[in-house]
């Protein structure tokens, strides 16, 4: 059995627990670095206002539809259009660095308002009136994935992206504590008498399996993480420690494709400002803190770090000092091989809204998960998407 | 019957049974017992929670603040209702109306904010869940909860949304791929201007219904929207479909072709749902042994069956809640317009280590973890708040005296009789033969946490 004997081996390597991390780091490099790409997704979840995120600062359109809430004087300019939002310091600097790709109006036909639904359409990457129960990423499992621990959310519970039909991603908060989980005696005694190749393919043989699965990923996991420290300082929120979590696994050569991340709140119907200025710094200290890390570790170059939310917010504001749900709106892509850095495309173009009042996409989101997929990971998105899409110059 | 047929009918007309129960029944023959299931359930007890006078909520001149508010309590009727509807399900009384109340509500999948329609939705599905199938998809596209979860508003004579017309065909009626682009178009002009008042009673809106004629399925006339649904039902397709589903979920998910025309041969024109159940519950191939013991359980038929070993309460209405959504199936709030797929993809490696633990942590007070209790949480501030108390003991009272009546006098090998529908894997039995069982309560948690317990 392979896979026993790898977990021998990590077990092994466990004693270097005393070797100073860039040495180890070195050695993860030599080894499996070449060619090892790795997608961190963040998810601003609440639908994060797009047009105070990234500001046309010069359009007067801007400024008339935002009377209270607009953003003015101490924004960051990236050129004579656009600018960042004033928490967006650290992601200002990455910009700067030539690390940063921002899309703009990226959105998908017929767009759905609803919290729930717009995050399915994301997760399954379907058309705004197909449901699929498979996300996008757990797709890529059924294709390419071999364990669960492939695709790793930094969470209790799974996301509809991380599912797929046969192979489903998992979620993983707390190595220690899921480890901990699956060691439970009973557990253990229970699998004791089982192995894999004795399970049927019928409903209580797939049991078994996942039961397995489930207890040699965290165990897999654990041995793996438990020797690596991270030096880093996180800021103390939720999606530092997230990106904590992550980093960990990355950089002590836990063997994932991807690792998704969230932070919530961003439905800023009311009093939007203070609450936005919040997150926003909440998302680019947690960010800088990571790629900080990373780049300790040299495994920033073989990072791409995608950020979204499910949609973006109308363009007026609205009585109480907010905004309310909308559509297309900015993604970040950060890197540092990114192809074309900076602004990828035009602003919004908000003398053309809809009828609602929202922006009009002009690029389709599944385009950028074809890119990555394609370019980044290195598979055939056309087996994921079920759809061609054409791809991006980002990558 | 033999037991384990009867306990067989009772997962899969109901929520399990125990042993007492079983013992009752022991004697009965199989028309005796499918017809109790009728019987018992010939009323139909409406689900209600208390609301207060809901005038208010649509009116239009509300500030920002009191909109808040009225989602706020709205919120918590939600959670109400969900588990009003759980603990009917751990104690029903017309157990066969419950059982397919639950099915129906993944078949006309629909889910609204307002707790007082989707109260009456939730009935609609109750009352018609036995009943014939044309009134109910009637009942069902006529009600406030569909008409708004549907696009109903958007639905104009000037600009159709085709939005309900779609999912009508494509989920509710005939499936994807039987009916054209046309048909879509044509039907959903019918159903334009169909609406609802504050009270949530189905109205026309005269002015944005078209009254014109429509092509459809091959007919041409002035229908309405009950016309459209009518001509829908003439096709042996829906009643095809609709028996698949059934199938699929009360008999096996691997569908024999065989079965589906015999029920399909009962089912059509009439549609009468009761009829159609009681030919299944009769019928020989339901008591199959491929059918019995190979369904993986739903959260909520899990969660049922640990309750009917040992009746269970939560203390604490989120954690019931939270726990439901971290297993994969929150009542009232499906997963989207398709429902729950089921069968394993109920399973991943977190969400099955959860259910193995499940009986551990209803039964013996483990800890689990109840960080996220909201998925959109109101501010940064709140998961702050929360995050102070993110670990607590899930607070539950166990009924042990009901479980002692019931397992007291049982020895290990009827305990596996009742708790398990599957022959346990070889190496199961060798496990169980070392374990001491002389302690039933410490036996049943035992049995529970095995994956031969997720099976009904």
């Known amino acids: 059995m392979k896979r026993r004997n790898f977990i021998k081996n990590t077990a092994l390597a466990s004693t270097l627990f005393y070797v100073p991390s860039f040495v180890k780091a070195f050695n993860t490099i030599d080894l499996k670095s070449i060619g090892y790409k790795r997608l961190v997704i963040v998810q601003l979840s609440g639908g994060n206002d797009g047009l105070n995120t990234v500001i046309p600062y010069n359009n007067d359109i801007y400024y008339k539809n935002r009377p209270i809430i607009q953003l003015k004087s101490d924004v960051l300019k990236l050129n004579s259009e656009l600018a960042l939002h004033p928490s967006l310091a650290p992601i200002k600097n990455l910009y700067d660095q030539g690390y940063l790709t921002i899309i703009n109006n990226v959105g998908y036909p017929n767009p759905n308002r609803s919290h729930f639904r717009s995050t399915d359409i994301w997760h399954t990457a379907s058309k705004s009136d197909e449901y699929l129960t498979s996300g996008w990423l757990g797709r890529y499992m059924d294709s390419f994935g071999k364990n669960p621990y492939n695709a790793i959310e930094v969470d209790e519970s799974l996301s509809l992206a991380l599912k797929g039909k046969s192979l489903s991603g998992m979620a993983v908060k707390n190595a220690k504590q899921l480890y901990r989980n699956t060691q439970d005696p009973y557990f253990k005694k229970v699998l004791e008498h089982h192995n894999e190749q004795h399970l049927s393919e019928h409903n209580l043989g797939y049991l078994y399996k996942t039961m397995i699965d489930a207890k040699n990923s965290a165990k897999y996991i654990y041995n793996s993480t438990k020797t690596y420290i991270s030096n880093q300082e996180y800021p103390d929120n939720p999606l530092g420690t997230q990106l904590k979590t992550a980093s960990e696994f990355i950089n002590s050569g836990v063997d994932c494709k991807v690792l998704y991340t969230s932070l919530g709140g961003f439905d800023t119907h009311f009093n939007q400002k203070g609450r936005q200025d919040r997150l926003l710094t909440i998302y680019a200290e947690s ?53 074309k850095k900076g602004i990828y495309n035009d602003g919004p173009d908000l003398s053309n809204l809809d009828e609602n009042g929202d922006l009009k996409y002009t690029v389709d989101f599944r385009s950028i998960y074809a890119t990555i997929l394609n370019k980044w990971m290195n598979v055939d998105d056309k087996i994921i998407l079920n759809d061609t899409f054409t791809p991006l110059t980002f990558l | 019957m033999n037991s384990k047929q009867i306990q067989h009918l009772y997962w899969r007309a109901g929520f399990g049974i125990n042993p007492n129960e079983l013992n009752n029944l022991k004697k009965n023959s199989k028309k005796e017992l499918v017809k109790e299931f009728f019987l018992s359930s010939k009323r139909s007890t409406s689900l209600k929670i208390s609301h207060p006078n809901y005038s208010y909520v649509m009116g239009n001149n509300l500030s920002a603040e ?72 009637i009942e069902v596209s006529k009600s406030a909860s569909m ?39 044509e039907s959903a002009r019918a159903f334009t201007g169909w609406n609802h008042d504050k009270n949530g009673d189905f109205v026309i809106r005269q002015r944005l219904h078209d009254t014109g004629e429509k092509k459809f399925f091959g007919k041409s006339g002035n229908f309405e929207g009950e016309d459209i649904i009518n001509i829908i039902l003439e096709q042996k397709q829906c009643a095809k479909f609709i028996c698949e589903k059934i199938y699929s979920y009360f008999v096996n998910s691997n569908i024999n072709e065989h079965h589906i025309n015999q029920m399909v041969h009962q089912f059509y024109p009439n549609y009468n749902i009761a009829d159609l159940m009681e030919y ?12 019995i013991g190979t369904k993986i359980k739903s959260p909520i038929e899990l969660l049922a069956g640990i309750n009917k070993t040992v009746p269970i309460k939560f203390l604490e209405k989120k954690q019931l809640i939270y726990l439901q959504k971290i297993l994969g199936q929150q009542l009232l709030n499906p997963i989207n317009v398709a429902g729950w797929e089921g069968g394993q993809n109920w399973i991943d490696t977190n969400t099955l280590m959860l259910r193995l633990k499940l009986p551990s942590i209803l039964l013996t007070n483990a800890v689990i ?88």
Not at chain 2, 148 to 161: R, V
């Open chain 1, 287 to 339: 960010i800088d803190a990571f790629i900080k890390d990373l780049k300790k570790n040299d495994t920033f170059r073989d990072t791409l770090i995608l950020t979204f939310s499910e949609f973006g917010r109308r363009v007026k504001q609205n009585a109480a000092n907010g905004t309310d749900h909308g559509t297309a709106n900015n993604v970040f892509i950060i890197g540092e091989n990114l192809q």
């Open chain 2, 66 to 137: 009191q909109k808040k508010k009225i989602q706020r309590e709205e919120r918590k009727r939600l959670i109400e209702l969900n588990i009003a509807w759980v603990e009917r399900i751990f104690n029903p009384k017309e157990l066969l109306r419950e059982r397919m109340t639950l099915f129906w509500a993944n078949h006309f999948v629909c889910k609204d904010n307002n707790s007082v329609y989707i109260e009456q939705f939730n009935n609609i599905l109750r009352e018609n869940a036995l009943g014939n199938f044309s009134d109910f998809v």
């Open chain 2, 147 to 185: 008409l708004k979860y549907l696009n109903a508003k958007q639905n104009k004579k000037q600009s159709p949304n085709e939005n309900f017309a779609r999912e009508l065909m494509e989920l509710f009626t005939l499936g994807v791929g039987n009916y054209s682009e046309i048909d879509i178009k």
């Open chain 2, 280 to 291: 299944i519950f009769l019928s020989d191939w339901f008591y199959n042994e491929e059918n």
């Open chain 2, 369 to 456: 973890s109840l960080a996220g209790i909201s998925e959109f949480e109101d501010s940064y501030e709140q998961y702050l708040k929360s995050k102070k108390s993110r670990k607590s003991y899930i607070k539950i009272k166990q009924d042990w005296t009901t479980f002692q009546q019931n397992f007291s006098k049982l020895n290990a090998f009827q305990i596996e009789d009742i708790l398990f529908q599957v022959k346990p894997s070889k190496e199961a039995s060798k496990l169980l033969k070392e374990i001491d069982s002389h302690n039933p309560k410490d036996y049943c948690i035992q049995l529970m946490s095995l994956p031969e317990y997720q099976l009904c």
